[in-house]
């Protein structure tokens, strides 16, 4: 006759479990997590659901259980800490900080370099949107237009030089 395993549900068996494996899972955490008392928090809310649930633990699976229970809190707490900062990050990223005053003003600004580009040569218009708005080099600008890059340099600076006259010489392109 195979003989009984003890149960968790005693005091006894459950206070033996825990002398034995606390102070081990508390380490196998910290050596996870970095911190002893986080570390510490997680083993010890292991072991009170071990208790609320001992009728349903085997007493020869105990330790696999515990281990595996804390290992499976510490990665909850990692993945919930992930949800919170990215919550973080985007209303940090939705808040505009700026007077409804400033705004205005850029969008009145953007119209004017609008403007102000639509009043460009169309060529230098040409390199400044590829070089500004599209971010390509003056080597790329050449060789999509076929003109040398002395050539893109000269309409750059041709259409800075309008531009600011345009919009002041304290704004910068």
Request: aromatic share 10%.
């Given at each position: ?75 909850n707490e990692v993945e919930h800490k992930k949800v919170v900062l990215k919550h973080q990050k985007t209303i940090t990223e939705n808040t505009n900080y700026e007077s409804p005053d ?72």
């Amino acid at each position: 006759m195979p003989k009984k395993e003890p149960s968790v549900c005693e005091e006894k068996i459950y206070n033996e479990l825990f002398r034995k494996y606390y102070a081990l899972a508390t380490k196998y955490i910290y050596y996870k997590c970095g911190n002893l008392n986080q570390a510490e928090d997680i083993v010890q809310n292991v072991f009170v659901k071990i208790w609320k649930f001992c009728a349903t633990i085997i007493y020869s699976k105990a330790k696999s259980y515990i281990f595996s229970a804390c290992n499976n809190s510490f990665l909850n707490e990692v993945e919930h800490k992930k949800v919170v900062l990215k919550h973080q990050k985007t209303i940090t990223e939705n808040t505009n900080y700026e007077s409804p005053d400033f705004l205005i003003e850029v969008d009145e600004f953007r119209v004017k370099l609008k403007e102000a580009i639509n009043t460009l040569n169309p060529k230098e218009r040409e390199v400044f949107l590829l070089s500004r708005v599209e971010d390509k080099t003056y080597r790329e600008i050449a060789e999509i237009t076929g003109l040398t890059v002395k050539a893109i340099e000269r309409r750059m600076s041709k259409a800075l030089k309008e531009l600011r006259e345009i919009l002041g010489k304290h704004i910068k392109i």
